[in-house]
């Protein structure tokens, strides 16, 4: 049984910074491919950071420089850091494991998904 619970998410003003953690179980973070997905009100889930099963990393365009994705093997845990965050960075952040093949940047390529934590900035 495979859980993904995240945190860190919070209110922070423009420019501010966030890291948040996904701990998974069920599933190794070294197994392979994992990613953040979030979802602002009103539009589509959108990927926005992942890590390959060759363990390169990818970022949509409007988040690089800015978010960088991570992970702890030890801790099973992988991270989203944010920086120089901007409201349009508002959103429902989640985690996501398990490639299924397709646009990876799409929600319906992941089989797992974690709960969900909330991001806010303003």
């Known amino acids: 049984h495979v859980q993904l619970v995240e945190s860190g998410g919070g209110s922070v003003l423009s420019g501010g910074s966030l890291t948040l953690s996904c701990v998974a179980s069920?599933?190794?973070?070294?197994?392979?491919?994992m990613a953040w997905f979030r979802q602002a009100p009103g539009k589509e889930r959108e990927g926005v950071a992942l890590?390959?099963?060759?363990?390169?990393?990818a970022y949509i365009d409007s988040v690089k420089g800015r978010f960088t994705i991570s992970k702890d093997k030890a801790k099973n845990t992988l991270y989203l850091q944010m920086v120089s965050l901007q409201p349009d960075d508002t959103a429902m952040y989640y985690c996501?494991?398990?490639?299924?093949?397709?646009?990876?940047?799409?929600?319906?390529?992941?089989?797992?998904w974690g709960q969900g934590t909330q991001v806010t900035v303003s």
């Open positions: 996501a494991a398990r490639f299924k093949g397709g646009s990876w940047t799409r929600r319906e390529s992941w089989n797992y």
């Open positions: 069920g599933y190794s973070v070294s197994e392979g491919y």
């Open positions: 890590f390959d099963k060759s363990g390169s990393t």
